[in-house]
């Protein structure tokens, strides 16, 4: 009975006599093959599948093949043996006639008969614990944030506590490389470089979400962030998976100056990826509401007339779009109570009555306003805004 | 030859008296000539049933048994006479107090004789379990499932060139233990604790009575013919009431603190499908992706049911290599019932709902609390202080928009569930799965989108007059 042995962990070497897979045999002989590809497959969001092609040597019969992983985290449950197909030349039937288990030892025995003496291209594959990876994302916008210059990496994380000397990577993203993993070792490659990325920079006024800059003065927060479309070239071919983006801007001097760095969620083709930047500062929005005004139905059924009104300075030299977002349940509970029900209201004739019908829905509003710039002699016009609501049917 | 490792020792005592001396002892040990486990999976029990060729002499015969270092129960071990069946009688059993796991057998013999006996008993730690590997094509149409049971060993004893064969389902004991200590299956919790191990023993035993095949192996019959290559072993699948007996082909020699993995079945390319689905009680609040096929001929399955066990899943990337997918409990599926695989998220295919508008009407008042009510904007209807919001329908316009970025069409099913009394509308030619739950359904080609659109009319309060879904074709909102 021929036994081959597939060593999982490097360097160990104990091998004559080491499995009771027959306690009499003694006197042993394996062979080592060795790994002739491996890939490894990071298409799955959490996990990473290693598939390892060697060449064993089988005689006529019955042979014993061990597959030892000591010190790895390979989930056993997951290991798959095929056999590839023969080249047509050297035709040698292969079955894999059961699997034994040692005790107390991370390795396995595959009872493998063969048609004829010959060497048989096998898979191993298996899930390993420990090989991680993360995407990060690398935007350095033009002078006037128009475009910007995306670089996808991918890190990969070995802790699996075991090297691999070349492996094929599956990214998952519609990119392969082939490279070596140490020990302990993380490697990163540049996966993608979009050039001249469509980019919006936005300021958002959003009481719900991003809350006051001072409440006692109804300043809201006016978070500043760059949004990426995924479509159009040079993006919208792939989704782009989540990880960390850091912010850079051409600098006019052949450099770059560091905005910032946020975590961007996974964004589907069609989506769009924003990416924060900090707090603007130029941009200074006070909502207050200007009217709340209670009109009976009948019994205890009632109609509001509320107004929203925003002052808006422009403290910068350059124009800007305002985002501001409402939520009407917000105002609604915020007024009146919450009364579990959805809101029914209508628009009315504020200044604020046309929201972006593809980002508004029953609840949340959304309105683009546009700034000025503030003039070179003299002070940041305001601008007033309203958002005149009536919730209708409230009891 | 078989050679037990641990001590499962049947022992011929040469002495003239029926107990044994206490001091000096001599004794022939009877090898084990064959071996046949039943293992179920739902119990922590085997059955083992092993025979062994004993010479007699005329009169009483001491025979010993003992099991150092393993799980047999004592109170389950028997004694059979197999070949001659006649003139050998046990007179009686002692389990002696200064030798734990052992026990003493008086045999009567009326002539000097050789006989096969076979001694059962039940053992601890001896268990099998189902798992699969599915790895679906490239393409995603047919599906190679192969089927495993792994007999792992942890009695203590080495059982070599055992025949072994494993209970598919749950052995409803309980039901037996009930019948057997006639009691309502509800008390069966009130017997004492022996007294529901020997009667669990014995409603096994019972259970697996009629099943077991006359034993006709022979010892050391696995030895490799080299001349012709060696197939793996076919594990024969039979009924039995209400469960299923796997019988793995020959013998198989399972040491203890081992356990072996051995092909159930294998079918390739067996054809499915694949379907997105909405069904917030069964997969959670989330698009899942699932295979679909079932346990029948069509699918190239049906011939025996599926145990449960874990499932891998993989497809076939189509250079030789695999992605992996999902890993799955698969629950006991009987023969020609389905198969869903569940493979998860698809994050290539987007699922998102948006509320698009919410409005009310027909509202009724209470007026002054009493068993008047009146509509809102009805005839005559004047502005009545002391009334309350008693009924009223409440309009909530939906929009399901589903993007599909996946290279392949898709196929989405979306079931959900309202309680009151409803009005679901829509152009989306749904039906109703049950009473309360609205199924529709909708095809997304590759790259392509879909927006259903639909209204929910609920009856409220006093308005409330059933509790069920009713479908309306018609336009969404108003």
Redesign the interface.
């Given at each position: 009975?021929n036994r081959t042995r597939l060593l999982y962990p490097l360097g160990a070497l104990l091998l004559l006599g080491a499995v009771p897979l027959d306690?009499l045999a003694r006197i042993k002989l394996t062979t080592l093959p060795v790994r002739e590809q491996v890939?490894i497959?990071l298409?799955?969001?959490q996990?990473a599948?290693v598939?390892e092609?060697r060449i064993v040597p089988l005689v006529?019969?019955?042979n014993q093949v061990d597959f030892s992983w000591a010190n790895t985290r390979i989930d056993p449950?997951?290991l798959?043996l095929r056999i590839?197909p023969p080249p047509s030349e050297q035709p040698l039937?292969v079955?894999?006639?059961?699997?034994?288990?040692?005790?107390?030892e991370n390795a396995l025995v595959w009872s493998v008969?063969?048609?004829a003496s010959g060497a048989a291209r096998v898979?191993i594959?298996y899930?390993l614990g420990g090989l991680s990876k993360d995407f990060h994302y690398r935007a350095v916008a033009d002078r006037d944030e128009k475009t910007l210059e995306l670089a996808q990496y991918l890190r990969v994380n070995n802790h699996a506590n075991e090297a691999y000397d070349l492996a094929q990577f599956?990214t998952g993203i519609g990119v392969e490389f082939d490279k070596p993993l140490g020990l302990n070792e993380t490697r990163e490659v540049q996966l993608n470089r979009f050039a001249n990325a469509p980019v919006r920079k936005t300021y958002t006024a959003d009481p719900v979400k991003f809350g006051y800059l001072d409440r006692a003065r109804d300043q809201l927060n006016v978070p500043m962030h760059y949004v990426i479309k995924n479509a159009g070239h040079p993006l919208g071919k792939a989704?782009l998976p989540e990880g960390k983006a850091r912010i850079f801007q051409d600098d006019g001097q052949g450099g770059s100056a560091f905005l910032g760095e946020d975590r961007g969620p996974?964004t589907?083709?069609?989506?769009e990826l924003e990416l924060y930047l900090g707090l603007a500062r130029d941009i200074v929005v006070r909502r207050t509401i200007d009217r709340n005004e209670r009109q009976?139905?009948?019994?205890?059924?009632y109609r509001y007339d509320v107004t929203v009104k925003y002052e808006i300075e422009n403290f910068k030299d350059a124009p800007a779009t305002l985002n501001i977002v409402e939520s009407v349940r917000q105002i609604r509970d915020q007024l009146h109570g919450n009364n579990g029900?959805?809101?029914?209201w209508q628009l009315g004739d504020g200044t604020l009555h046309n929201p972006d019908p593809e980002k508004s829905?029953?609840?949340q509003l959304l309105f683009h306003v546009d700034l000025p710039a503030r003039p070179a002699d003299g002070p940041a016009p305001k601008l007033t805004q309203t958002l005149r609501l009536t919730l209708?049917?409230e009891? | 030859m078989i050679l037990n490792r641990m001590a499962c020792f049947l022992c011929l005592l040469l002495l003239p008296l029926a107990l044994p001396a206490r001091n000096i002892d001599l004794a022939t040990v009877p090898e084990r000539r064959t071996v046949q486990l039943t293992i179920y999976n739902s119990e922590d029990l085997t059955l083992v049933r092993e025979s062994r060729v004993v010479t007699f002499k005329k009169g009483v015969n001491p025979l010993q048994f003992s099991w150092a270092n393993t799980l047999i129960d004592p109170t389950s071990v028997e004694l059979k006479f197999r070949a001659p069946n006649t003139g050998l009688e046990m007179l009686d059993t002692t389990f002696p107090h200064d030798k734990p796991q052992a026990l003493y057998w008086n045999v009567q013999s009326d002539a000097d004789r050789e006989a096969t006996i076979e001694i059962s008993y039940f053992t601890s730690g001896i268990s099998w379990a189902a798992?699969y590997?599915a790895i679906a094509d490239a393409d995603e149409k047919t599906l190679r499932l192969e089927n495993?049971v792994?007999v792992?060993n942890l009695s203590g004893e080495d059982y070599e060139n055992a025949q072994v064969r494993l209970v598919v389902g749950t052995i409803n004991l309980v039901e037996k233990i009930a019948e057997l200590a006639k009691l309502p299956v509800g008390r069966v919790d009130e017997l004492k604790r022996e007294e529901y191990k020997d009667l669990r023993q014995r409603a096994a035993r019972k259970m697996m009575a009629p099943a077991a095949p006359a034993m006709e192996m022979t010892a050391g019959a696995v030895a490799?013919d080299?001349a012709e290559?060696?197939?793996?072993?076919e594990i024969i699948k039979e009924g039995l009431s209400e469960y299923f007996i796997y019988t793995i082909e020959g013998t198989e020699t399972v040491?203890?603190?081992?356990?072996?993995?051995?092909?159930s079945f294998e079918v390739d390319a067996a054809p499915m499908t694949v379907e997105y689905r909405y069904r917030p009680r069964e997969y959670g609040d989330q698009l899942t992706r699932l295979y679909l096929l079932k346990n029948d001929a069509a699918s190239k399955l049906g011939g025996t049911p599926l145990p449960d066990g874990?499932m891998?899943i993989?497809r076939a990337?189509g250079s030789?290599?695999?992605?992996?997918?999902a890993?799955q409990h698969l629950k006991y599926v009987p023969i020609g019932d389905k198969i869903e695989l569940n493979l998860g998220v698809d994050?290539?295919v987007?699922f998102e709902q948006?509320?698009?508008?919410?409005?009310?009407d027909n509202?009724w008042?209470q007026i002054r609390g009493g068993n008047l009510y009146r509509k809102?904007g009805e005839d005559g209807?004047k502005?009545?202080?002391?009334?309350?919001?008693a009924g009223?329908d409440?309009y909530?316009?939906y929009r399901q928009k589903i993007?599909n970025?996946s290279p392949k069409p898709i196929h989405a099913q979306i079931r959900r569930e309202y309680a009151g009394d409803i009005v679901f509308r829509s152009r989306l030619n749904p039906t109703l799965h049950d009473f309360q739950t609205v199924q529709f359904e909708a095809d997304i080609p590759a790259g392509g989108k879909a927006e259903l659109d639909y209204e929910v009319i609920a009856r409220m309060g006093y308005n409330q007059k059933q509790n069920r879904v009713e479908l309306q074709n018609g336009d969404a909102g108003r």
């Open positions: 009975m306690a890939q497959h298409d799955h969001p996990i599948l598939e092609e006529k019969g019955v449950d997951t798959v590839l039937d079955k894999v006639l059961s699997v034994s288990y040692p005790p107390n008969a063969a048609s898979r594959s899930v599956q989704a996974f589907p083709p069609d989506d009976r139905i009948a019994g205890n059924l029900r959805d809101p029914e829905d029953a609840d209708n049917n009891w | 798992d590997l495993f792994r792992k490799y080299t290559m060696e197939a793996p072993k040491q203890n603190g081992w356990a072996k993995r051995l092909r874990v891998q993989f990337n030789e290599g695999l992605s992996y997918l890993t994050r290539l987007i948006v509320k698009q508008k919410v409005y009310r509202l008042l809102l209807f502005l009545e202080l002391d009334s309350q919001v009223w409440e909530t316009v993007r970025y």
